[in-house]
């Protein structure tokens, strides 16, 4: 079973989630305005996950799996820098045991509009709520 299988297979369990899968790829859309989405693609044994500009590569399908499951849960959120009007960087943020949210890793974009005014919203989704992977044991499980 692929991926991108053992993905849908958990989210036919979740009547919230709206899926589409097409070349390779599976993307969760927000559920909320407030939201992100969250893909993963598949490429022979290598996989990319994405919560919107945000990306990482994996070379292991369960570090994979787990880095998609994390993006929907309310232990993730996104830290998205505009200028203007344009995203120009995500950075993702856990929770730590004290609940105070720590910066992880960072995408931007190589050319920004510097001159534009910088602000900063928060996008955070809520398809795996903590009471679920606490349940379940881990956020994987609970896609």
């Not at 045991?97 to 960072?106: A, H, P, V």
């Not at 928060?122 to 609970?142: C, F, M, P, T």
Request: aromatic share 10%; with cysteine.
């Amino acid at each position: 079973m692929t991926a991108i299988e053992k993905i849908e297979s958990k989210l036919q369990r979740c009547p919230l989630a709206r899926y589409v899968t097409a070349d390779g790829t599976i993307t969760v859309e927000p559920a909320t305005s407030t939201g992100f989405s969250v893909w993963l693609t598949e490429k022979n044994t290598r996989y990319t996950v994405g919560y919107d500009g945000w990306h990482e590569e994996f070379g292991d399908e369960s570090d994979a799996l787990d880095a998609f499951a994390f993006g929907l849960s309310e232990e993730c959120r996104l830290k998205v820098v505009q200028r203007g009007c344009s995203d120009c960087a995500w950075v993702v943020e856990g929770k730590d045991g004290d609940g105070k949210w720590n910066e992880d890793s960072t995408t931007g974009m190589l050319l920004t509009p510097f001159w534009r005014k910088k602000s900063i919203v928060y996008r955070q989704n809520h398809l795996i709520k903590e009471s679920e992977e606490a349940v379940d044991g881990d956020a994987e499980d609970a896609v």
